[in-house]
Nanobody
Framework: VQLQASGGGLVQAGGSLRLSCVAS????????MSWFRQAPGKEREFVAG????????AYANSVKGRFTITKDSAENTVTLQMNSLKAEDTAVYYC??????????????????????WGQGTQVTVSS
């Protein structure tokens, strides 16, 4: 399974960006696709996740009400719409997916060690 992330860039505080992650592979059967981020000098943290089949979502408290994660009907692309961006949103954003069976309920999506597939990361920089 390969994950290809795109859409990062430089934006002023209060602006918007949209990130996309496309999954490919013959046997892509992940339960969840999620976004994590890592700022310089900080640990990687969960941002948002969505179940591929029924679209149940989860968000970090820091992005609730500002970010929206969606999936396409083919279930292999997720989009993260980021609005009202703040300087503290500056980070490298990674998309991630689990192997079948590694995440079975939405409450598990927050844990980085549950994910087996990672994209290459895309830089988001928010200037204040």
């Amino acid at each position: 399974v390969q994950l290809q992330a795109s859409g990062g860039g430089l934006v002023q505080a209060g602006g918007s960006l949209r990130l996309s992650c496309v999954a490919s592979g013959r046997t892509f059967r992940s339960y969840v696709m999620s976004w994590f981020r890592q700022a310089p000098g900080k640990e990687r943290e969960f941002v948002a996740g969505i179940t591929r089949k029924d679209g149940v979502t989860a968000y970090a408290n820091s992005v609730k009400g500002r970010f929206t994660i969606t999936k396409d009907s083919a279930e292999n692309t997720v989009t993260l719409q980021m609005n009202s961006l703040k300087a503290e949103d500056t980070a490298v954003y990674y998309c991630a997916a689990d192997q079948p069976g590694r995440i079975t309920i939405i409450q598990q999506v927050y844990h980085m060690d549950r994910y087996d597939y990672w994209g290459q990361g895309t830089q988001v920089t928010v200037s204040s």
